[in-house]
């Protein structure tokens, strides 16, 4: 293995240690999807589909799972799983990722066009920013979909602390610096992940992280910025004009799973089956105080979180 690939899989085993002393070995095999034995029926379960349904012709319709990390996009994952007619492409698929990234546009549109399966869900979050180029240019026969994630801003941030740590924070003093050659700390964001987040930022909002005092800032309060800039992309591309993406609600789902599925499943033309949210926990969202946060920053995320809302309650009604 040269040099640079021992050094990555250096950094993602200590990650992953680092992962696995804060939230649990149980944890991190069950968000990771690292038990070979789920994996392996599940894998079972997606070629004996194909078997037994010889008159699908080969060409799925894509399906594009975007938005930020800690919304809830495993738990969705891990429902459109239990479907085999789904072939599913987390981030750490090599047929179609390569270091969090996508695999060029032609090697996506080929995979998905062999593909026996009636959609190939994929899940480039890092690469949110380009949910109109994938939508427009994946150039399959079936025109592509994409299922933007987000969940309300204090649950995400304790979420993505607890997981990651100061990461969020760290990567935008980095970028506000136009530092984005080197990593910060073994547990911190790799350059490639600092260069792809300053990739996704809208010029509005990089000059909004760059006015901020980010050396005042907490690890909630840096999260919480990551999370406006990242959320605010859903219409700064205009995604919330478009019919082919649609919002969902990690605290709408956990508070009623069968009514936050079905909106997915009309939107994508799947039928509704409650094993899809048969994992899901339901549960009242939590009671915990809101996160004391710069009133500059609470004030810009209560307005976007709104607006999130509002748009997630109007995609769930058009899609019936």
């Known amino acids: 293995m ?15 240690l680092g992962w696995a002393r804060r939230q649990g070995v149980g ?8 038990d070979p034995r789920e994996r392996r029926r599940l894998a079972a379960a997606r070629q004996a589909w194909v078997r037994d349904h010889p008159g699908v012709a080969p060409g799925a319709q894509a399906v594009f799972l975007v938005g930020v990390q800690r919304s809830g996009t495993n738990m969705l994952v891990r429902g459109f799983e239990t479907s085999p007619a789904f072939d599913v492409c987390n981030e750490n698929d090599r047929r179609a990722f390569e270091r969090f990234r996508l695999r060029p546009l032609p090697e996506i549109r080929a995979l998905v066009e062999r593909s026996g399966h009636r959609w190939m869900l994929f899940k480039p979050l890092a690469e949110s920013h380009r949910t109109v180029e994938l939508l427009e240019h994946l150039g399959t026969p079936t025109p592509p979909r994409a299922i933007w994630a987000y969940r309300e801003v204090d649950g995400r941030v304790r979420s993505a602390v607890a997981k990651f740590g100061p990461n969020n924070l760290l990567a935008l003093r980095a970028i506000a610096a136009g530092h984005t050659q080197r990593r910060i700390s073994v547990e911190g964001p790799s350059r490639e992940m600092i260069e792809l987040i300053r990739e996704g930022l809208s010029d509005e909002s990089l000059a909004w992280i760059r006015s901020l005092d980010l050396d005042a800032l907490d690890a909630e309060a840096g999260a919480a910025v990551f999370w406006c800039v990242r959320n605010a992309r859903y219409f700064e591309l205009g995604l919330h004009e478009r019919a082919d993406v649609i919002l969902s609600s ?15 499943c009309a939107f994508l033309r799947v ?11 339901r549960r009242a969202k939590p009671d915990a105080r809101p996160l004391t946060l710069p009133a500059a920053i609470r004030a810009r995320c209560d307005e976007l979180g709104e607006r999130l809302d509002r748009a997630e309650r109007e995609k769930a009604a058009a899609a019936g």
């Open 250 to 264: 990690y605290d709408r789902m956990i508070a009623d799973p069968d009514a936050a599925m079905r909106p997915l």
């Open 271 to 281: 039928g509704f089956d409650p094993s899809l949210v048969a994992h899901v926990q």
């Open 2 to 16: 040269p040099d640079g690939g021992v050094r990555r899989l250096r950094v993602r085993v200590a990650r992953h």
């Open 27 to 34: 944890r991190l095999i069950e968000e990771d999807q690292l």
